[in-house]
């Protein structure tokens, strides 16, 4: 069973450029969280979504991000028009239905904005 | 690639008691993240250690790190049944590690 799997690894945009991120969940899990670390901070909450629908999206900025989790494909975390102040690392992770608190990790997308 | 311990797995505590959580590095600690996380919610985090010797505190909560014993402990003072939940250490070395999680039951 692989783990939540994301790609790219790394990302490099420009200013104004458009950022799309992906997380693929393990297998049967319906669950998505996404999350950034900015330099020399922890992870903060971004979003929570379940297949077609978003729970919990108290963490996003209120423009410019977006993120879907449709019933077929990974889910996307989207960023419109880059600033340098987004470069970050995003995190996404995944939990089974019936166990919300066992979230399991990817291993980031490191995006850099020039 | 880095392995973070935590222990103990599980603790129950009586409302008003004190209690202590570690963490335990197979690797060198550059700088170490506690979180917590709540059932059906995203991770919280509490605080970032970097430095050897550093003692952050939240609230009633004080994490410490241990540079040379690769470890670090995050103590709660007087638990609440608001603390309940699972306390995640991290550490990233280019890639995020999170230890196994405490899940932590505060008893009213």
């Known amino acids: 069973n692989a783990g939540v799997m994301q790609n790219p690894r790394h990302l490099v945009r420009r200013r104004g450029q458009e950022a799309r991120l992906r997380c693929s969940p393990m297998k049967g899990h319906s669950h998505v969280y996404w999350y950034r670390q900015l330099p020399e901070e922890g992870l903060k909450f971004m979003v929570y979504?379940?297949?077609?629908?978003?729970?919990?999206e108290s963490g996003m900025p209120k423009e410019r991000f977006s993120a879907e989790f449709p019933k077929e494909g990974p889910s996307i975390l989207r960023i419109q028009q880059v600033v340098r102040g987004d470069s970050a690392a995003y995190f996404c992770a995944s939990s089974p239905p019936e166990e919300a608190y066992e979230q399991y990790f990817g291993p980031g997308t490191r995006l850099t904005v020039t | 690639s880095q392995e973070l311990e935590q222990s103990p797995q599980s603790l129950i505590v009586q409302e008003g008691k004190n209690l202590t959580i570690n963490c335990t590095s197979s690797?060198?600690?550059?700088?170490l993240y506690w979180y917590k996380q709540k059932y059906g919610e995203g991770l919280i985090f509490l605080m970032m250690?970097?430095?050897?010797?550093e003692e952050k505190s939240h609230e009633k909560i004080t994490a410490k790190l241990d540079e040379k014993k690769q470890q670090s402990s995050l103590h709660i003072t007087a638990s609440q049944p608001s603390h309940a939940g699972i306390y995640l250490c991290?550490?990233?070395?280019?890639?995020?590690?999170f230890g196994a999680g405490t899940r932590l039951t505060v008893k009213p």
């Open positions: 979504l379940q297949k077609e629908n978003i729970i919990d």
């Open positions: 250690l970097q430095k050897g010797g």
């Open positions: 991290g550490a990233d070395n280019n890639d995020m590690r």
């Open positions: 690797k060198t600690l550059y700088g």
